[in-house]
């Protein structure tokens, strides 16, 4: 079983960036897939963005693809979500997810907590 924990969310505003740490403990990194998702008030959880276990392969949801960048680095145990031209539709809590079998855009076994993003205009 893998904790993550999420880090680096704040108020920003529209134009700016920020970059999410996701730190994982209890197993190495490497056996997962990650992803991250989203959840604005009042709105259904979505994916934003996910990684191979090994760096190769990524997707990215349409809304954030040229915007967000993720990436991870197993031998830190730590995967990012580096997000520029941050828009107030951004706002949302952002989590952390891992799976060890598949890289999808729904099911995931292991989720952080959560970190707020805000984005204002």
């Known amino acids: 079983q893998v904790q993550l924990v999420e880090s680096g969310g704040g108020l920003v505003q529209a134009g700016g960036s920020l970059r999410l740490s996701c730190v994982a403990s209890?197993?190495?990194?490497?056996?997962?897939?990650m992803a991250w998702f989203r959840q604005a008030p009042g709105k259904e959880r979505e994916f934003v963005s996910a990684?191979?276990?090994?760096?190769?392969?990524?997707d990215y949801a349409d809304s954030v693809r040229g915007r967000f960048t993720i990436s991870r680095d197993n031998a830190k145990n730590t995967v990012w979500l580096q997000m520029n031209s941050l828009k107030p539709e951004d706002t949302a809590v952002y989590y952390c997810?891992?799976?060890?079998?598949?890289?999808?855009?729904?099911?995931?076994?292991?989720w952080g907590q959560g970190t707020q993003v805000t984005v204002s205009s």
């Open positions: 990684i191979s276990r090994s760096v190769g392969r990524t």
């Open positions: 997810a891992a799976d060890a079998n598949l890289m999808g855009r729904r099911r995931y076994d292991y």
């Open positions: 209890g197993r190495t990194l490497s056996s997962y897939y």
